[in-house]
């Protein structure tokens, strides 16, 4: 609704989001820049070559594997049976920003332009203390944005906002948007058909 609210005045609107998850795009969002990358995507670990991937499972021998426990056994699948790119055949993996690895320059650019122009940043729902996401609301405040923070606690940044909004983000937002729950009922409604 926010997104559509805007273009109908002329406004650029981005979403930058640290999910990774898909479901902006999903929900019917047209400018999202991902920070950490896409579970809808694969990544060749040889050429690099990056693949949506929304219609099947990266690999059936992964199916049930990988339960999020420290004593959870190697499921040893064969390096055969591992998914692999059709342009060179080198392992596939999840195209995501893992611990440790660097954010993809192309993204970090895509988010620093839309930081620059921005004239309003609504932070919803992070800790605000991973990096580069951490210091998006300085640099929007240092072009003479306004910085609103929707959260259920106060964080490093919480401070320097002009506008916090203390709660569950899904009733904060909406409620300083201006939008009733008819309105996000009325919206949803016509989403699905």
Known sequence: MLQQQCENEG????????????????????????????????????????????????????????????????????????????KCNGLLRPHVVWFGECLDPTVLDQAENALIKCDLLLVVGTSAVVQPAAGF?????????????FNIEDTPISRSCRFKFHGPSAKTLPQALGMSPEDLAKHKSQESN
């Open 11 to 86: 406004k650029h609107f981005t979403i930058i989001t640290q999910n990774i998850d898909g479901l902006h795009w999903k929900a019917g969002s047209k400018n999202v820049v991902e920070l950490h990358g896409s579970l809808w995507k694969t990544q060749c670990c040889r050429c690099d070559d990056v693949q949506d991937n929304y219609e099947k499972a990266v690999c059936l021998a992964l199916d049930g594997k990988g339960a999020p426990d420290p004593h959870t056994r190697d499921a040893q699948i064969p390096v055969a049976e591992l998914p692999h790119c059709q």
């Open 137 to 149: 609301a300085p640099i929007v405040q240092g072009g003479g944005g306004v910085v609103a923070e």
